[in-house]
């Protein structure tokens, strides 16, 4: 377990999220489930804390019963990925019954958001030509899914 991780609050679905998450990155497992007792604030037998790993980082999911918070975009996971087949496949996998969004960011079905980013993506928008840059930031704020060979044309000319 690492000292600073990411503690999540689901009304009542942190299993079935962290069983969805689990299934869609590599090198990802459910580490843990503590369940509600008798007197509990959720129904006893039902999931209260989920640990789990996400390709090696830890995570807590919590069922901390309807609240007026939500996720938001102020916080999202960067997912940084290899190749554009990466990038397709968690956009597909993570957008699922969410909703896509722009320059890469989507909501997954249970409203976290995530930033779907090809790991070529800081070279392009930091290119040292300047004009370079902008029509490749031009194209990225034009694209919902993150393209690297589009993003590359663009920045061409």
Known sequence: MKKISPFLWFDNQAELAAEFYVSVFKNSRILEVSRYGEGGPGPAGTAMVVSFE????????????????KFSEAISFHIDCEDQDEVDYFWDKLGEGGEHGPCGWLK???GL???VVPKDL??????????????????????????????????AG
């Not at 996400?54 to 918070?69: C, K, S």
């Not at 290119?127 to 919902?144: H, I, K, L, T, V």
């Open 54 to 69: 996400l390709d090696g980082e830890w995570f807590q999911a919590l069922n901390g019963g309807p609240q007026d918070w």
């Open 113 to 115: 958001s995530w930033q």
């Open 122 to 155: 800081p070279k392009i928008l930091s290119d040292p030509d300047p004009e370079r840059a902008q029509r490749a930031f031009a194209a990225m704020m034009q694209m919902g899914k993150l393209d690297t060979e589009a993003l590359e044309k663009a920045a």
């Open 108 to 110: 997954d079905k249970f």
